[in-house]
């Protein structure tokens, strides 16, 4: 008679998502749109087309109540932790038919993301698994779950995920700008 079979799930790759709807969404919408009207041209980085705001805007006042939430979120995940650094933080704008190439950060340790606008079709954020050679095995398809791992986000969403892993954010469809604000999180334990 067969044994029970056990499974070791090693090396898993964490996605954190939950809603922190006590922000002021609107409010930080017109924060970036304003900021989008004090540098037009943004920065390039991962986006084609879309707007990139400054890469520092954790240190604004208008962000101070996001910043908190993520901190207190980010604490919850890791209690372990004795202190939490944003590294950067930045708004997106997409309109049509942008979209975002396949990056990652890692450079630092965490990433997320916090949705302010969101219409519908408006790009799935797209994870890639982060160990390549699984990808050349069918095993991966039938157990882990294949090489990508599509979210659409809503409003309100918070997402966080290790700096490593590859993820890029599939053309927009809508004819309404879809924003975020982006981070990147260094910890201390």
């Known amino acids: 008679m067969m044994k029970e079979i056990k499974t070791d799930n090693l090396w898993a790759t964490p996605i954190w998502r939950t809603r922190i709807e006590e922000v ?97 079709d408006s790009g799935k954020i797209v ?12 095993i991966n398809q039938f157990v882990v779950g294949g090489e990508c791992k599509w979210y659409e986000p809503k409003e309100h969403d918070l997402m966080f995920w290790p700096a490593y892993l590859n993820h890029f954010v599939e053309p927009s469809k809508s004819d309404e700008d879809r924003i975020m604000i982006s981070f990147d999180l260094d910890i201390n334990v």
């Open 24 to 120: 002021n969404n609107e409010k930080l919408i017109q924060f970036i749109l304003d900021e989008q009207v004090t540098t037009p041209k943004g920065i390039q980085k991962s986006n084609n087309g879309g707007w990139h705001s400054r890469q520092d805007l954790y240190k604004d006042i208008e962000l101070s109540e996001l910043c908190e939430m993520i901190v207190i979120v980010c604490s919850k995940l890791l209690p372990f932790t004795k202190g939490i650094q944003f590294r950067q933080m930045w708004a997106m704008i997409n309109k049509k038919n942008d979209w975002n190439a396949i990056h990652q950060h890692g450079t630092y340790e965490i990433s997320g993301g916090y949705y302010l606008r969101v219409p519908e």
């Open 127 to 138: 994870f890639q698994d982060p160990c390549p050679l699984r990808n050349n095995y069918l």
